[in-house]
């Protein structure tokens, strides 16, 4: 037979209709920890750890300590949480003034390693501004940014990166 097995039919009742939807959650501020192949040493008070390149701070920054211009050294990013990245932005070379910034070496070339597998070839003009590498795609945790090729400065040897952000979707 036709019968439905007893369960009583539903239809809408119209309740709820006309009523505005809840608000969306405020986004979740995302944290970035960072974590680096190899790290300058210090010069007295100053250090230049993985992390001055997330700090927000555009005065700090983190410098390779590899041989050489760093070519192949690297910076891991964590993310306090996943998030779908409209793009990362990065402060290639070492932002504390103008003078400072031509003396060291900058980021050309990266190969940017998304937490999925997804690979990115960035390049970055020598200037000293903030630059965007667009990511789109799925969520990810993280990401490392490997060293390429360089804009020499002055000493040859010290590659840095003063501030790496990311822009979620």
Do not use: H
Request: proline share 9%; aromatic share 6%.
């Amino acid at each position: 037979g036709g019968d439905s097995g007893g369960l009583p039919k539903t239809t809408n009742s119209g309740e709820g209709e006309g009523k505005p939807p809840p608000p969306p959650p405020p986004p979740t501020e995302i944290r970035l920890s960072a974590s680096a192949s190899s790290v300058r040493a210090p010069i007295g008070a100053n250090s230049y750890t993985a992390d001055k390149a997330v700090d927000g701070r555009r005065d700090t920054t983190w410098v390779e300590g590899g041989d050489g211009p760093g070519l192949g050294e690297s910076i891991s990013v964590q993310m306090s949480s996943p998030a779908a990245l409209r793009y990362i932005k990065v402060c290639p070379g070492f932002f504390k003034n103008s003078a400072i910034w031509a003396k060291n070496n900058r980021i050309a070339k990266a190969t940017i390693v998304l937490s999925d597998g997804r690979r990115i070839p960035a390049s970055f003009a020598d200037v000293e501004t903030e630059q965007i590498v667009e990511v789109g795609g799925g969520p990810v945790t993280g990401f490392r940014i490997t060293i390429d090729a360089v804009y020499f400065g002055g000493d040859d040897l010290d590659t840095c990166i003063s501030e790496i952000a990311v822009e979620p979707q």
